[in-house]
Structure formats: C-alpha cells, structure tokens
T-cell receptor, first 114, second 113 residues
Framework: AQTVTQSQPEMSVQEAETVTLSCTYD???????LFWYKQPPSRQMILVIR??????QNATENRFSVNFQKAAKSFSLKISDSQLGDTAMYFC???????????FGQGTRLTINP | DTAVSQTPKYLVTQMGNDKSIKCEQN?????MYWYKQDSKKFLKIMFS???????INETVPNRFSPKSPDKAHLNLHINSLELGDSAVYFC????????????FGPGTRLTVL
C-alpha cells in the first residue's frame, strides 16, 4: 500500500519569505500522480499544484513550484514571496495511475506572519 | 455555479441517531468520492463510485451506506451514530481525464454528542 509522509507538522515564516514543505512517499508503482492541496480555515480543499510522475520537469503554478525527485520519492512544495492568504494546512497526496483514490499525508500547518 | 455542493454544512446529533449527508456535482464527472477528515486533520478515502457503481469501500463500518441515485449525486447515510463518527466529511468528484483531478465540496462537520 502507498503511504505519504509529511514530516513537518507546523511551519511559520514571515510574509514575502520563501518556504518549502516536505513530502515523501512510498510506492512500487512507476506511473502515478502527486498533488498538493491547500485547506484554509474555511476548510475548502483547493488544488495547488499537480505533478505527473512520467514528467521530469517540475510543475510550476505562479508562486508555487515543486521539487520532484522520483528516485528519492520526494515531492516538496516551494512557496515564493509568501502572502498572508497562504496561511493554511497543506496536504501532499498520491494517486497511482488508474486508481480512484487519493492517499494523503498528515498535513503541514503553515502560518504566514505579517 | 457551485461545482461540488454538500448539505448540510454542519450537523449536530445525538448518539444512536441516523443521519444523511447529500452531495451533488454539476461538473459532468463520472466518479464521486467520500473522504473523512478526523480531529487530527487526517484525510482518508471512504468510498468511491463510478457511474453509480461502488468501486472502493475502504473497510468502513456497515453503519455507513453510500447511495448514488445518478451520476451527479452521492449521498452518505449513517446509522446508529457513535461518538467516533464526529469528523468532517468531504464529497469529491473527478472526470475521465488522465489525471483524474478531484474537486472537493465544502465539507460537512458532523458532531455526535
């Protein structure tokens, strides 16, 4: 079974700083997808960024980028120029190709301080 | 123009009661899901339906029964509620694209007293 581990329960940075959230996963699959979801205090789950395992190029969405290391089974999220609105729980998630479910990590609570 | 909606958003009830949570999506997706988020914020899949057919049942107690009357709806009925059922329940849906990106509803916070 796949597992996803987020080793940082909480992080806190100043506004405008860059922060990196860690995620590792365990799988024997070769084809899969990785996701970062954001859950602000409103509790809505919002997709931040997605990476397909067969793509070597790291995904980027505006201030959000990932460092995908397939051999190391690592998928970290970098937030540049952090903003107060980035304050949220961030979840790393794994889905093997053809599957119908997301496997989530434990989450990292990120606080952006003014 | 809400994509995935759930009702109610909050549900407070007594132990032993039976309750239902409704979910609807207007995205034209063929797959719908129920996830449970516990008090420690951990999210775990409960059920998945594809075209009204049950695909995934992740060792959820029989007291939980999902029902999909059509592709756009997936309801969750819970019998004999227990204290441990208190959680936030999320409905989600995905289409048939390769990545099967999942879109989540706003969640239903269930509190069992």
């Amino acid at each position: 079974a796949q597992t996803v581990t987020q080793s940082q329960p909480e992080m806190s940075v100043q506004e405008a700083e860059t922060v990196t959230l860690s995620c590792t996963y365990d799988t024997s699959e070769n084809n899969y997808y990785l996701f970062w979801y954001k859950q602000p205090p409103s509790r809505q789950m919002i997709l931040v960024i997605r990476q397909e395992a067969y793509k070597q190029q790291n995904a980027t969405e505006n201030r959000f980028s990932v460092n995908f290391q397939k051999a190391a089974k690592s998928f970290s999220l970098k937030i540049s120029d952090s903003q107060l609105g980035d304050t949220a729980m961030y979840f790393c998630a794994f889905m093997k190709q053809g599957a119908q479910k997301l496997v989530f990590g434990q989450g990292t609570r990120l606080t952006i301080n003014p | 123009d809400t994509a995935v909606s759930q009702t109610p958003k909050y549900l407070v009830t007594q132990m032993g009661n039976d309750k239902s949570i409704k979910c609807e999506q207007n995205l034209g997706h063929d797959t719908m899901y129920w996830y449970k988020q516990d008090s420690k914020k951990f999210l775990k899949i409960m059920f998945s339906y594809n075209n009204k057919e049950l695909i995934i049942n992740e060792t959820v107690p029989n007291r939980f029964s999902p029902k999909s009357p059509d592709k756009a709806h997936l309801n969750l009925h819970i019998n004999s509620l227990e204290l441990g059922d208190s959680a936030v329940y999320f409905c989600a849906s995905s289409g048939s694209d390769r990545t099967r990106e999942q879109f989540f509803g706003p969640g239903t916070r269930l509190t069992v007293l």
